[in-house]
């Protein structure tokens, strides 16, 4: 996460308790991160648990993904920032003039290797 995206993030915790992300790919805002009070969004054997983001709270912040998102992405480094504008209804951030957005980069021979997919 972004400096930026990890003081939204906690703001919004502040305010909502504890949240979860997920990513779920798609068109339109199905493409965004999106932000969900925890236990709100029903996770299944068709998501991938990517870990938790450490953001400086108390609980960290769980990080979900749609099975078919995750074989796309499984090669890129993933960063979550926030934009100014507005995204989807669904998630928290929504009304706060801001969105959660998704940076990529491809990974490196050695990180593809670490994470043992070379």
């Known amino acids: 996460m972004t400096g930026e995206a990890a003081a939204l993030l906690r703001r ?7 949240l979860m992300f997920h990513q779920s790919g798609g068109c339109c805002d199905g493409s965004s991160p999106m932000c969900y009070p925890d236990g709100d969004l029903i996770i299944g054997d068709s998501d991938v648990y990517l870990g938790d983001l450490d953001v400086g709270l108390e609980r960290a912040v769980p ?4 099975v078919p ?3 796309y992405w499984k090669h890129t480094h993933l ?10 209804g669904f998630s928290v951030e929504a009304p706060e003039g801001a969105r959660f957005i998704i940076r990529s980069r491809l990974l490196t021979d050695a990180e593809l290797e670490a994470f043992g997919l070379a």
């Open 79 to 88: 960063t979550i920032d926030v934009v100014p504008g507005r995204g989807s």
């Open 12 to 18: 919004l915790t502040d305010r909502h308790g504890p």
């Open 63 to 66: 990080m979900w993904m749609s």
């Open 69 to 71: 998102q995750f074989e």
